[in-house]
Every structure is written in C-alpha cells, then in structure tokens.
C-alpha cells in the first residue's frame, strides 16, 4: 500500500512537470513579422528611391529622430535615478508597523520544486513580530500534489501560513483576489512563487504607506545569475530595469508601477481594486486603475526581493512576448483615459504618453534602421552622417546613451552584483545591440499575437532544487541604495 501510493505522488508530479512545460516559440510568426517589418520595407525603399533618391536622406533624418527621442528619455530617466536618492519619508522615522500579509501567489504543478524554499523564507522574516504577520499561499494546481501535504505540515506547526487552494482558479490574479478575502494585514504584499523578499521590506514599505502611499514597488533581483551566460544578461537587464528606468521615471513622474512582485499595497486599496483576470499583465492594469483613480503609487529600490531568472532563452522570449502584448493591451485600454485625467499634469501625460503609447510605436519604427540601411546599400545611395549638424549630434547622443544607461546600472547595483558579474558588463554592453533588436523582434511578435487575439498564457519554468543558490549574506549588501550612501 505505502510503495502505491509513494508510486502515485512520483506520478503526479511528474506529469505536472510534463503539464507545465512551455509551448515552442512560433518561429513561423517570428519569421512572418520580420517578413513584414525588415524586408517588404527594404524592396519597398529601393523602389521609391530609384524615383526619388532624396527619399533614403529623408529616411535617414525620421530614424535618427526616433532614436534619439528614444535616447533622450532614457538619459532622463539615469539622470532622475541619480537624483532620487533612497531613502524612506524623513518625517516618519520608525513608524509603528500594523499587521501585514505575504500573499505568495503560484500555479503550483509549475512551482513545487521551490515553493518550500520560498515559504520558510517568509517565515524567517524576523523583522515582521509573528503576532502581526499573515502568509497567504494562493495557489491553483490541476490535482493534488504531494507537496501539498508538506505545506499543510509546515501550517500546522506555525498558524502565520495559510495554504489556500483556489478551486476553479486559472490565473494569478484570480488567487491573489482569493487571498485578499482572507487577508487581515493593513499591509498587503504581493510576491511570485520564487521571489524571496529582505527582512527589513514590510518596515521600509510602511514608512512610505504610513506617510500617505498606496502601493510602493519594490526592487528585484536576479539571484540565480550566476547560472550560465544568459542568466547574467537578464541579471544585468534587470539592474537597468529596477535601478534606473523605475526610480527615474517614479522620480519624474511621481508615479509608479506595480511590477506584480515585491509590491506593497493598502489592503483596502487592493481589495477594492482587485486583480483582472482577464489581462495579461493584470499588475499593470490595476497600476492605471489606481493612478486614474488618483492613487499615490511610489518606487523604492531599497526594498529589496530576489528572484529567479529563466535558463534559457526560448523560455525568456514566451515570458517576454505575454509581458509585451499584456502592456499593450493596457495601453489601447488606458492611454486615452490616462491623457484626459485630471489628476496629472501636461508634463506627468507626457511621460506616461511615452511609456504606454510610445512603447507600442518604437519597436516598429525602430527596426527600419535595418531596412534603411539595406536599401542605401541595394540602391548605391550613400549614407553621410557628417554633413548635417544635426545628423552628427543627434549620433551621437544616440550612441552615447547605451554606454551611458550601463554605466549608471553599474554604479547603481548592489556591490555584491558587481563583484559577481564583473566582466559581464563589457560583454552586455558589446551584446547589447543583438539582445536589444531581439526584445524588439518578440514586442512585434506580440503584436501581431494580439491582431490575431492569440492570447494563451504560457507558463515559465522555475529552477530545479539543485541549482545553485547565492548565500544567505545575499541581503546583506544590498542595502546599498545610492552612490552618496553607500
């Protein structure tokens, strides 16, 4: 009977690994967008300039305005980064911390290999009194699994964790809207199966919801990057990500995004927002509803969370073709209402015009740098860089800006991600190019998903148990926030 039974849990977790692997990239479509974006443009610029040869000069003049538009917000926003700072509201000093809920949101078949890893590390977070901390595991699996009863174990022994098994659920946002029902923390916060918060994030987040905020996002980590070259790419990317582009837009725009981990919400404000489950990024939907609803939304990347990045790159371009087409499914669903908002000036429209609409054009008017540079070739037209004083400065801000993006990501991460991936920076800096043009293939790619209302949800696989781990000390430096406070 024990050997039956031992044989049907080994059975069903195989064959949730086997439900959860991810669905092939549609190299067809990939293949058909770039058919569509790079080559019918190529033959269609060599026609009209055996007619018009002014016409490759003409085209020259729009890609580099693109461009630089594009540079010039990106230089802003390491500007901004610099000038941010770090650091809690200076007239709350060691505001007394309420009750608090971790709502770990997972698809379970997808995450049972690390989900115990994840659970007892919310559960050593000394920093929260155990009287006021609540854990939330909201999970949907398609049938029992036995590291369900290993979770049931763990709750019995310590009441902070309530396993909560959403029946019918088929989305994160539909658990996280479970978990909000039984959620009794005046703080709420937000947090994947894989991510492992700092100690000292519910005090920091405090310091800002006690000061007025709704929701403050959080700073995340790549903590497996030392897994093989691509996680250190992502590793880097996710520096420039939380370390430059969201502090720098939150300190221009005095706004923020909730990144759909690591996010700290009043729960009252969550509850009545609710996640839709009906969107593919339901995070940034719901960071819209409450700017338009004139929400205070706040970034801080000293608080700080670790996560895992995907191995491989097929998983990477799925994870990041749903991410894309959900962002644009927000912007055709809230740019409009966003510009006519009364809650925000001509300069915060401006910014979030960028970051919803202008995000959407780019990828596809950037990409004609290949094209162009095609047809000039094909045509025997040639480029001159050099005769317009414009063409020459707007070069090179344009080629100033990566150097410059990088730069500031390696003064602003974490000592010890510095030191561990060292050489690494040269190598993204040189490989930028390529991973930049491929991020923009996979945005077009989603784009067309969307025309084509493909929307399946693909799950991204999680790292085994065996792999390796960076150390516990992991926390310790990155409470470096800021150059002038380190």
Known sequence: MLKAESWRKRWARRSAKLRVRPHPMPWGSVALVLFLIVV??????????????????????????????????????????????????????????????????????????????????????????????????????????????????????????????????????????????????????????????????????????????????????????????????????????????????????????????????????????????????????ASIRALLEGRRLMHDRSLVSTELAPLQVSHWMLQRKRWAQGWLEVALKHTGAMMRSPHYTVTQKLLWFYLLAWREVYPALSMQFFPFLLASLLSGIPIHWFNSPYLLVAGIINLACGPLMLLTTYVLAPPKTRRGLGPWYWIYGLSSLVYTTLKLAVTLVAQFSHILKDREWVTTPRTQPHEPRIQGDHFAETKFTHPDTD
């Open 40 to 285: 019918l443009p190529t033959v269609a610029y060599i026609a009209i300039a055996r007619i018009n040869p002014e016409f490759i000069r003409g085209l020259q003049y729009f890609i580099t305005t693109i461009y630089l538009l594009t540079s010039l917000m990106l230089l802003a926003e390491a500007w901004a980064a610099f000038r941010a700072g770090q650091k809690s509201p200076d007239a709350l000093e060691t505001p007394t911390l309420p009750c608090c809920t971790a709502i770990i949101a997972a698809y379970l078949p997808n995450e049972q290999e690390i989900i115990l890893e994840t659970v007892q590390h919310m559960l050593s977070l000394v920093d929260v009194p155990p009287e006021k901390f609540q854990i939330i595991l909201a999970y949907n699996t398609p049938e029992s699994l036995a590291v369900e009863a290993d979770l049931q174990e763990i709750a019995a022994r310590d009441p902070r964790l309530f396993p909560l098994r959403v029946s019918g659920s088929r989305s994160k946002a539909e658990n996280v809207n479970a978990a909000l029902a039984a959620a009794t923390g005046e703080i709420v916060a937000i947090f994947d199966a894989d991510h492992l918060p700092a100690p000292d994030c519910f005090c920091k987040a405090w310091s800002w919801l006690a000061d007025g905020c709704d929701m403050v996002q959080g700073r995340c980590l790549i903590r497996n990057q030392q897994q093989n070259w691509f996680t250190r790419t992502v590793a880097i990317e996710f520096d420039t990500i939380y370390a430059v582009s969201h502090p720098g837009r939150a300190h221009l725009s005095r706004t923020a995004i909730f990144g759909g981990s690591n996010g700290y919400w009043r729960r009252d404000v969550l509850s009545a927002l609710q996640l839709d489950s009906s969107m593919l990024t339901e995070d940034i939907d």
